[in-house]
């Protein structure tokens, strides 16, 4: 193998090793150089990388990891994002720049937590909700009953208070008919 070849292979290991084997990957076609060169500044700001690279070496660099990649699966010109910190939001970010530049990137498929997905299983994984807001959407959960409770509860205290004053009221107002008579 040239040297040139096994720098290119030590690269995307080195890609490989810093994002966990997290990466969406993906054939472009039409993709002009000032798209790219927004595509890769908007995921580098995510915290994650591009790299477009021919389909023998990410096959061999994959091959050095122990991730399969069959080459026949692999349909144009292939690139590589290696995700940074949330992979969901990066792959939503790259259907959302697919949909705005007339299709011009496919995801052809990827690796998250160990596990490899073809490109309609990405294009599922992109529709969840990000981390953040399934938190909320569990805090919420949490929150609903907690908030009903303390809802009922408030309103049997006033309740009471309402009661209390209302009768003071009354007595009050029998007194001081009591003292007219």
Known sequence: MRQEKQLLIDEIQTHCDKHNATFVILSYQGLNANAANQFRREIGKMGGSVEMMRKRILQKAMAQKGIELPIDSLPGHIGVV???GDPIETTKFVFKFSQENNKA???VG???DGLQYSGEDVEKLS??????EMRAQLLATFEAPMSQTLAVMEALLTSVVY???NKC???VESESTAGQS
Not at 127 to 132: G, R, T, V, W
Request: proline residues 5%; contains cysteine; hydrophobic residues 30%.
């Open 105 to 107: 990137i496919k995801v």
């Open 82 to 84: 290696f995700s940074g």
């Open 169 to 171: 009221k009354e007595q």
């Open 163 to 165: 009661c209390l004053d």
């Open 127 to 132: 529709k969840l909700p990000s981390k953040d």
């Open 110 to 112: 990827g690796r998250f």
